[in-house]
């Protein structure tokens, strides 16, 4: 097998990979068969994710955190009526959350369960702990989620597991026109549907993005389409929409902020995957993954070695 993005080099630095543990949740709750426990509990969506985590660490990561909703409302909610609340999540799946928390504990792996904050807060607060370390080579957020592109830059690099596409600041602006730091701006004035707040009237991906290449922020734009330097279309209507709700639109970079100051783990060294805990063989007869449990086992064996 070749060297992997979870690989250790040479010289004693190592990688850190963030996993978006609510995103995997959910694609595997759609993408999986459904599966039931010995006790009659859906683990579907539980044995996709714990074989996701495996399968990565079975790829070389050594240095692995999964941040997770513990509950799906967060101080947000408080700024935005109409933000992701969880109610349209599907009983089974939601039954999922917590038992997936502690299957990954029992794997021996960091998990970051977000109350106050969220698991999207969570990666960029460790993050930048991680990337503060000087023996972390490079740190992985593994999510496709827009909002984490404004975490990248530096060691710091969006890696979408799906595709295999690893994404550093030249991607970001290639993506969406705009320098990562520029991101929360984006979503202020474009609006993020998936997180339930709607942006700006007319405000779209194209007009939005020639405005923040120049200007950066949303509190730097004129007031005045007359003067603005870069020329869009319908700028009279845009530069209206933009003078009366400038206040919205902040508000909505607010919450599409992803915050630094997350409860996670204090250094690196609390990342580090050293095999499962007490209970893990338990676990696995209970959710019919016994071929796991071996993996896990051999895997823990070879890294000792």
Request: proline residues 7%; glycine residues 14%; hydrophobic residues 40%.
């Given at each position: 097998m070749e060297?992997?993005?979870?690989?250790?080099?040479?010289?004693?630095?190592?990688?850190?990979?963030?996993?978006?543990?609510?995103?995997?949740?959910?694609?595997?709750?759609?993408?999986?068969?459904?599966r039931t426990s010995a006790d009659g509990s859906e683990v579907g969506a539980l044995r996709g994710v714990l074989g996701n985590i495996v399968m990565l660490l079975e790829y070389g990561a050594t240095h692995v955190a999964v941040a997770t909703d513990?509950?799906?409302?967060?101080?947000?909610?408080?700024?935005?009526?109409?933000?992701?609340?969880?109610?349209?999540?599907?009983?089974?799946?939601?039954a999922q959350f917590h038992p997936t928390e502690e299957a990954l504990c029992l794997l021996g792996v960091a998990v970051w369960p977000m109350i106050e904050f969220e698991a999207d807060d969570a990666m960029a607060a460790g993050a930048a702990m991680a990337a503060d370390d000087d023996r972390v080579k490079q740190v992985f957020i593994c999510t496709p989620d827009k909002d984490l592109?404004?975490?990248?830059?530096?060691?710091?690099?969006?890696?979408?597991?799906?595709?295999?596409?690893?994404?550093?600041?030249?991607?970001v602006e290639a993506k969406f026109g705009?320098?990562?730091?520029?991101?929360?701006?984006?979503?202020?004035?474009?609006?993020?549907?998936?997180?339930?707040?709607?942006?700006?009237?007319?405000?779209?991906?194209?007009?939005?993005?020639?405005?923040?290449?120049?200007?950066?922020?949303?509190?730097?734009i004129p007031d005045s389409h007359t003067d603005?330097?870069?020329?869009?279309r319908g700028a009279a209507g845009l530069a209206a929409t933009l003078a009366a709700e400038?206040?919205?639109?902040?508000?909505?970079?607010?919450?599409?902020?992803?915050?630094?100051?997350?409860p996670v783990s204090e250094s690196v060294d609390e990342l580090a995957w050293r095999g499962p805990h007490r209970g893990f063989e338990n676990l696995c007869e209970q959710i019919g993954a016994g071929a796991l449990f071996d993996r896990v086992m051999n895997l823990a064996a070879y890294r000792t070695d």
């Open positions: 060297a992997s993005p979870g690989a250790v080099p040479a010289g004693g630095q190592f990688d850190v990979h963030l996993i978006d543990g609510t995103y995997e949740l959910f694609r595997h709750f759609f993408a999986v068969p459904r513990h509950v799906v409302e967060s101080f947000r909610n408080a700024l935005w009526p109409g933000y992701k609340d969880g109610s349209g999540i599907e009983p089974d799946l939601l592109g404004q975490c990248v830059g530096g060691k710091v690099v969006q890696w979408d597991r799906r595709p295999d596409e690893v994404i550093d600041a030249t991607g705009v320098s990562p730091g520029s991101i929360p701006d984006y979503l202020g004035l474009v609006g993020d549907s998936a997180d339930g707040f709607p942006g700006l009237r007319g405000w779209g991906a194209k007009s939005t993005s020639v405005m923040l290449s120049h200007y950066g922020h949303i509190e730097e603005w330097v870069p020329k869009v400038r206040d919205l639109a902040l508000l909505f970079r607010r919450i599409a902020t992803v915050r630094t100051d997350a």
